[in-house]
């Protein structure tokens, strides 16, 4: 099999995001659709030799479902406001399940992608507990990865479930704005290729700092810095900066 060593990535990444909030069981619900298009360049040692290449393409679509278990009733905007203007803390606790779909641009016999031709399973569960202005989140994740039986060169493709943990610290402000410092831990994710287990268990170090700031009653931006490090021979050390824009209708 080809090798990739020393690979530096540059990727400008665009996603359009679809939200939708709905009562389930007495509680807050939402449905998120991801669309993201990416504009990648890798440059690197393939198989010893230099070697860059560029894709652009449509990356794999997903689809979110989350639904709050606890502390979330279902209300509109104002009625929200009112439940927890009297409140001095409060805990809603939820569960969630993404899907992504093998959509994406994918090629057999090319070594480098930007769909992953596989479906990815990625169940949540998470708690935030609030107290005055200040804000507690803790989120454990887990990734499971369907075969790819179209990898590069004919080969299958198989990968070990990942797992992750991130705890986050928002601080809120009277205007509306925030920010936010996190960290997080992944683990697990070993490939096997035609049965051949790779060695190549991931395991990353994942640090952020985010803001927020509503632009109108219905439309707010915020901007992402997150470092990530790994701890193992193969992984990724990435610095990856997010500019987003939403607006409720």
């Known amino acids: ?111 480098l992608n930007i769909g992953q031709n596989r479906f990815v399973f990625r169940p949540q569960a998470g708690v935030v507990h609030t107290r005055g202005a200040w804000s507690y989140e803790l989120t454990g994740s887990s990734y499971f990865y369907t075969d790819n039986d179209e990898f590069f060169g004919g080969n299958q493709l198989e990968q070990a479930p990942l797992y992750a943990l991130q705890a986050h610290v928002v601080r809120s402000f009277p205007n509306r704005w925030w920010v936010s410092v996190s960290g997080g831990y992944s683990w697990g994710g070993e490939t096997t290729v035609n049965g051949v287990a790779k060695d190549d268990d991931r395991s990353y170090v994942l640090s952020a700092f985010s803001f927020g700031l509503p632009v109108s009653k219905t439309q707010a931006v915020k901007l992402v810095y997150t470092r990530g490090d790994t701890k193992e021979q193969v992984g990724v050390d990435a610095n990856t900066l997010v500019l987003s824009w939403s607006a409720r209708i």
């Open 1 to 111: 099999m080809l090798e990739i060593e020393a690979a530096e990535v540059r990727s400008h990444r665009v996603v359009a995001a679809f939200s939708y909030w709905f009562e389930a069981f007495d509680q807050s619900a939402r449905v998120d659709v991801f669309l993201p298009f990416d504009n990648a360049r890798w440059d690197g040692l393939l198989s010893g030799s230099p070697a860059s290449v560029t894709r652009q393409a449509l990356e794999d679509p997903c689809v979110r479902l989350s639904m709050n278990l606890y502390g979330a009733p279902p209300l509109d905007q104002e009625a929200f406001a009112k439940h927890y203007a009297n409140r001095s803390s409060s805990t809603v606790a939820g569960v969630a399940l993404g899907v992504m779909l093998p959509l994406g641009q994918y090629d057999d016999q090319k070594l």
